[in-house]
Nanobody, 124 residues
Framework: EVQLQASGGGSVQPGGSLTLSCVTS????????IGWFRQAPGKEREAVSC????????VYGAFVEGRFTISCDNAKNTVYLQMNRLKPEDTAVYYC?????????????????WGQGTQVTVSS
């Protein structure tokens, strides 16, 4: 059974940084992709970034504007989302998700497995 465990959220001031972690388990091969999504109150869930851990290839949402970096530590089965220069509009619950297949997709509907969310609050 594939499981995802997200952590690392918190409260920071504008301009601050946070690193989210997503620990995965249950995959029987490296044939999968990981995505980070977020959902702010009253808004639809949106894609932040996705990666294929076996290759390290990445895709980012347009709003990221170079502020976030997704990375993988395959030895630890962990995918990170380093977030810098955070803005109040980045406030949301952040989720990691996984799908089988080495396919970049920013569509939440193409992910089969979801971790619990971790709250990120950016406020002065």
């Amino acid at each position: 059974e594939v499981q995802l465990q997200a952590s690392g959220g918190g409260s920071v001031q504008p301009g601050g940084s946070l690193t989210l972690s997503c620990v995965t388990s249950g995959f029987t091969s490296d044939d999968y992709a990981i995505g980070w999504f977020r959902q702010a109150p009253g808004k639809e869930r949106e894609a932040v970034s996705c990666t294929i851990p076996s290759s390290g290839s990445t895709v980012y949402g347009a709003f990221v504007e170079g502020r976030f970096t997704i990375s993988c530590d395959n030895a630890k089965n962990t995918v990170y989302l380093q977030m810098n220069r955070l803005k109040p509009e980045d406030t949301a619950v952040y989720y990691c998700a996984a799908r089988t297949g080495r396919i970049h997709t920013m569509s939440e509907y193409q992910y089969d497995y979801w971790g619990q969310g971790t709250q990120v609050t950016v406020s002065s």
